[in-house]
C-alpha cells in the first residue's frame, strides 16, 4: 500500500511551528538561567532569571551570548530608573538631613555605576568577557552602597524607601554576570 500524502492548512503548519518554537525558546532561557544559577549561593535567583528574561523582547531563541546582552541591557535600564526614582523622592521632600544624604549617595552611586555598566556593554559587545566581570561588580556595588547608607541613616530601624530598587538591581546584576561566568565554562 502505497503512502498518501494529506495536505494540511497552512494556517495550521504555522501554529504548530509557531507553538514549537515558543516552547523552544522557553526552554533555552528556563535552560540558561538554570546552568547560569546552579551550584552556587545563587541558585535561588534562577526563576527571577528566567522571568527577567522571558519577558524582554528578543529572548526568543536568544542564545546564551544574547541572554547576557539582554541581562546586561535590562540591568542598564533598571539603573536608570533607579536614578529618576531616587530624583522623584528627592523632589518629594519630607526626609531628614539624613535621608538627604542617604538619598544623595544612592543617587550619585547609581549615576556611577550607570558610566560603568556602559563600559560592561562595549566589554561584552568586544568578547573581554574578565573586563565585563570586573565592571558588573563595580555595578553591583552601586545598590548594596545604597542600603548601607540608609542603613546608616534610619539608624532607629526604619526601612529603605529604595529597598526594592536595589534588590532588583542587584539580582538583575549578578543574573547577568553568571549569565556571562557561564559562557566561560
Same mark, same amino acid.
Given at each position: 500500500?502505497? +503512502?498518501?500524502?494529506?495536505? *494540511? ?12 518554537? +515558543?516552547?523552544? /525558546?522557553?526552554?533555552?532561557?528556563? #535552560?540558561?538561567? $538554570? ?15 528566567? $522571568?527577567?528574561? #522571558? ?11 544574547? =541572554? $547576557?546582552?539582554? +541581562? &546586561?541591557? =535590562? &540591568?542598564?535600564?533598571?539603573? &536608570? ?17 539624613? #535621608? ?48 548601607? /547608607?540608609?542603613?546608616?541613616?534610619? /539608624? ?15 539580582? =538583575? &546584576?549578578? *543574573?547577568?554576570? =553568571? ?7
Amino acid at each position: 500500500m502505497a +503512502a498518501r500524502l494529506v495536505p *494540511v492548512p497552512p494556517f495550521l503548519l504555522l501554529l504548530v511551528l509557531a507553538g514549537s518554537r +515558543a516552547a523552544l /525558546a522557553s526552554e533555552t532561557v528556563e #535552560q540558561i538561567c $538554570a546552568r547560569a544559577t546552579s551550584g552556587g549561593a545563587h541558585s535561588d535567583l534562577a526563576p527571577f532569571c528566567v $522571568a527577567s528574561l #522571558q519577558a524582554a523582547p528578543g529572548s526568543d531563541g536568544a542564545d546564551a551570548r544574547g =541572554l $547576557a546582552t539582554i +541581562a &546586561t541591557n =535590562l &540591568t542598564l535600564a533598571n539603573y &536608570t530608573a533607579a536614578v529618576a526614582t531616587i530624583k522623584a523622592l528627592e523632589r518629594r521632600g519630607g526626609w531628614s538631613a539624613a #535621608q538627604r544624604g542617604a538619598l544623595a549617595t544612592c543617587r550619585a552611586r547609581y549615576i556611577e555605576a550607570l558610566n560603568v555598566v556602559h563600559s560592561a556593554v562595549h566589554a561584552l559587545a568586544a568578547g573581554r568577557l574578565q573586563d565585563y566581570a570586573a565592571d558588573m561588580a563595580v555595578v553591583g556595588k552601586a545598590a548594596a552602597d545604597c542600603e548601607d /547608607a540608609f542603613g546608616a541613616a534610619n /539608624a532607629g530601624g526604619g526601612a529603605s524607601p529604595l529597598r526594592k530598587v536595589d534588590e532588583d538591581a542587584v539580582n =538583575l &546584576t549578578t *543574573v547577568a554576570t =553568571l549569565i556571562v561566568r557561564s559562557l566561560e565554562k
